[in-house]
């Protein structure tokens, strides 16, 4: 078991090497890399990412400790850029969508700050980041839930469409293993 649990460090190294986090499973690592390196699905990004979840520009996205993408079917645009702290769960079926067409000229895009996540943030099942947002730190976006602007205090659950502040939250608890 501790020989599997070498190789498959070295070969995450080897297909990561930028990319710090190893507290995936081994055979989810084995499983993307085979369809990341071998089979050219995500090929250009460089952590592990789902089969069926999409990256577009992944060199403006700065991934954080977890893997942008790890979910199943999740769409992550990163063209205006992406900026994602330490400790941000991204789960199933997420948009972070950073760049939107202009209104009267659907053949051009609107330039606007990255989207930044602040630290230990959650954003839960089919929710929807737009671009220009910043979620502060400890933030949890409700599954479904559109977040169309930002909200940077923090300690907060968002929920509906438009996104809105349902409910304040204590200070994150980290735990150090």
């Known amino acids: 078991m501790r020989l599997l649990k ?8 080897l297909a990561y090497p930028h990319f710090k986090n190893k507290e995936y499973q081994n055979r989810n690592i084995l499983k993307f890399i085979f369809m ?57 079926r997420v948009s972070i969508i950073s760049m939107n067409h202009q209104a009267d000229n659907y053949n051009k895009y609107v330039i606007t700050n990255p989207i930044v996540i602040r630290k230990n943030c959650l954003l839960t099942t ?9 979620l502060g730190e400890h933030t949890i976006v409700a599954a479904g839930a ?6 940077s205090e923090g300690n907060q659950v968002l929920a509906g469409n438009p996104a809105r502040v349902i409910k304040k939250l204590n200070e994150y608890k980290s735990t150090i293993l």
């Open 6 to 13: 070498l190789i498959v460090g070295i070969i995450f190294k």
């Open 126 to 134: 089919n929710c929807i980041i737009l671009p220009g947002v910043e």
């Open 146 to 151: 559109v977040v169309t602007k930002s909200f």
């Open 36 to 92: 990341q390196k071998f089979l050219c699905i995500n090929r250009r990004v460089p952590w592990p990412v789902h089969f069926t979840s999409q990256i577009n520009t992944p060199e403006k996205i700065t991934p954080g400790s977890k893997a942008p993408g790890y979910s199943i079917g999740c769409y992550i645009d990163g063209r205006n850029g992406i900026i994602i702290e330490e400790n941000v769960w991204i789960g199933p």
